[in-house]
T-cell receptor, first 111, second 115 residues
Framework: DQQVKQNSPSLSVQEGRISILNCDYTNSMFDYFLWYKKYPAEGPTFLISISSIKDKNEDGRFTVFLNKSAKHLSLHIVPSQPGDSAVYFCAAESNDYKLSFGAGTTVTVRA | DVKVTQSSRYLVKRTGEKVFLECVQDMDHENMFWYRQDPGLGLRLIYFSYDVKMKEKGDIPEGYSVSREKKERFSLILESASTNQTSMYLC??????????????FGPGTRLTVL
């Protein structure tokens, strides 16, 4: 059973608008959450993270929100740019160095 | 900068062949991981290693084995390749720290096709 779920396989957004990617998890032992970005034919690269003791973390155009009671996190990209078109993976860790990944969301930013 | 390299970007093998995928990292990381990425399934952990000579099964170890003889090198072995092992294989490494920031650094991936 997948412990991390990204229920939207794809998202299309106009350049300059907000992209919102969602992620749900089932394991209450997860204490650290990450978002990775992946371009075709490349490995994933780290984007932003948040620990379970926080509810928000911001880095430039990227903000991650965590709602522990709902076991839900989201990634906001504002404003979206064409270079943001990629697959985004949500991942979670429970203090054993292993990451559990979601299935990914493909973001397409339209000019 | 952390660099994780994988021996091949693309590989085509025949059913039944023994396949070796090599991964090398240059940042003295203790932890190394092998994943496969398939559409709709995300990244699934095959095997991981916390130290030289150590290995642990991940979520989908069947049909695979690993070897870690040196700290910087982690090899994935397909003993007898099958068509359902056609996939993108990703290697990653991370340091063993006590902090919460346990980012994993990924290699570029190997696209393996088994005919």
């Amino acid at each position: 059973d997948q412990q991390v779920k990204q229920n939207s396989p794809s998202l299309s957004v106009q350049e300059g608008r907000i992209s919102i990617l969602n992620c749900d998890y089932t394991n209450s032992m997860f204490d650290y959450f990450l978002w990775y970005k992946k371009y075709p034919a490349e490995g994933p690269t780290f984007l932003i993270s948040i620990s379970s003791i926080k509810d928000k973390n911001e880095d430039g155009r990227f903000t991650v929100f965590l709602n522990k009671s709902a076991k839900h996190l989201s990634l906001h990209i504002v404003p979206s740019q064409p270079g943001d078109s990629a697959v985004y993976f949500c991942a979670a860790e429970s203090n054993d160095y292993k990451l559990s990944f979601g299935a990914g969301t493909t973001v397409t930013v339209r000019a | 900068d952390v660099k994780v390299t994988q021996s091949s970007r693309y590989l085509v093998k025949r059913t039944g062949e023994k396949v070796f995928l090599e991964c090398v990292q240059d940042m003295d990381h203790e932890n190394m991981f092998w994943y496969r990425q398939d559409p709709g399934l995300g990244l699934r952990l095959i095997y991981f290693s916390y130290d030289v000579k150590m290995k642990e099964k991940g979520d989908i170890p069947e049909g695979y084995s690993v070897s870690r003889e040196k700290k910087e090198r982690f090899s994935l072995i397909l003993e007898s390749a099958s068509t359902n092992q056609t996939s993108m294989y990703l290697c990653a490494s991370s340091p063993r720290t006590t902090s919460l920031n346990n980012e994993q650094f990924f290699g570029p991936g190997t696209r393996l096709t088994v005919l």
